[in-house]
């Protein structure tokens, strides 16, 4: 079956460091793949798309790697804040219909 | 202000009541998605409709219904059948972005209590 991982257990970081969060899929070989954001009570919002013949990309302190052959995109947050504080999904449009299959996302905690 | 705007923010139902979550976009974007969030998880695609009068059933269609009479509304009703109604439901929009794919615009959800 299709399936989109992140890691389940919070991230805990120190302010000033670099945060790396994890999407990995199965079953997928996806044109490109999405970041977003999402605070609590709220709807996400997005952050970064990477495609699937880029291996970086790069927004201010934000980086996205795109491994197609691990099927796999890391998200670096560097000079990690206490603002960064939140649950961060990744989200993939396998077949290019416009319809997203979203990951559970990973909460990330930087402490002061 | 251009977004995407849901009501009401909370709902309360008793069991056995249909209800309809409401959702508008002034972003002018074609395509409309419903999602259903639980506590600690993702987002799981409820229906979904790429132009006015059509639309598509996602992953978990069952006890639920949509209409796209105009492209700026899509509203959901959870009707009866719906097993476990109790939840964050998010509606969201999208149109190609400057990177050729299609970026989605949330509305802020309505938090749905059937008791």
Known sequence: ?112 | DGGITQSPKYLFRKEGQNVTLSCEQNLNHDAMYWYRQDPGQGLRLIYYSQIVNDFQKGDIAEGYSVSREKKESFPLTVTSAQKNPTAFYLCASSSEGTSGSYEQYFGPGTRLTVT
């Open chain 1, 1 to 112: 079956s299709q399936k989109i991982e992140q890691n389940s257990e919070a991230l805990n970081i120190q302010e000033g460091k670099t945060a790396t969060l994890t999407c990995n899929y199965t079953n997928y070989s996806p044109a490109y793949l999405q970041w977003y954001r999402q605070d609590p009570g709220r709807g996400p919002v997005f952050l970064l798309l990477i495609r699937e013949n880029e291996k970086e990309k790069r927004k201010e302190r934000l980086k996205v790697t795109f491994d197609t052959t691990l099927k796999q995109s890391l998200f670096h947050i560097t000079a990690s804040q206490p603002a960064d504080s939140a649950t961060y999904l990744c989200a993939l449009d396998p077949y290019n219909f416009n319809k997203f299959y979203f990951g559970s996302g990973t909460k990330l905690n930087v402490k002061p």
